[in-house]
């Protein structure tokens, strides 16, 4: 896979993170993004020459230049990326969200990701054929109280993986993850003091954990499933079975 060259967004810890490990130990040349660039040094650092980082805002159109560029004159051409960047700032019901909050939630999860793919297109992604995997989450796929403006940007990250897979067929697939609670620090809140009781929830009797992300996302991008687009695949450990998400 050594001509492979993967753009991993928000990837300074957490599923990000684990899938960049997961690109490099495959023989990738990969390129991290996120907010803060000295957790993005330290990253790299663990992630080796095959790394790069570029910090910034993901909703911020000359960052995801930036991105692309850096890669094309370190790396070449692009032909994979993945899109896990995502933010929930406001927790609680519908009718009292703060529509401040749920215009940022739209920005980054939904329109970011599509600025993302653009990007990528200009980078060369596509090419000699490409794969492109939008994270995406349960809540997206089931009702999920407290976190429901977040679950619809998800949703609408589903359908837009969706348009896309037709869109840019036959070169590039796209398909999509959706997780439940996984133990990063961004999930926290769902579990945070009460892990066992949760976990006891999922048939699984587990969170999900970056890795299982990981390796769902490397085989979406490897031969493999060559013949696999417009797809979300779940893994939540069975909890959707139970009808919950979290």
Known sequence: MADQVAIVTGASRG???AIAQRFVAQGYRVAITGRDADALAGAVKELGDSAVFVAGKGDDASHRAAVVDTVQERFGPITTLVNNIGINPAYGPLATLDLNAARKMAEVNLIGTLGWV???LRGGLG???????????VSGVRPAPGIAFY????????????????ELAPKIRVNA??????????ASALFEGREEAVANTYPLKR???????AGTVAFLCSPEAAWITGQTIVIDGGVTLTGAVQ
């Open 177 to 186: 993850v959706a997780p439940a609670v996984v133990k990063t620090r961004f």
């Open 15 to 17: 599923i990000g993170f």
């Open 207 to 213: 969170l999900g954990v970056p890795e299982d992300v």
């Open 127 to 137: 090419a000699a054929g490409g794969s492109i995997v939008n994270i995406s989450s």
């Open 118 to 120: 653009q990007e990528a």
């Open 151 to 166: 679950g619809t940007t998800k949703a609408a990250l589903i359908h837009l993986t969706e348009e896309l897979a037709v």
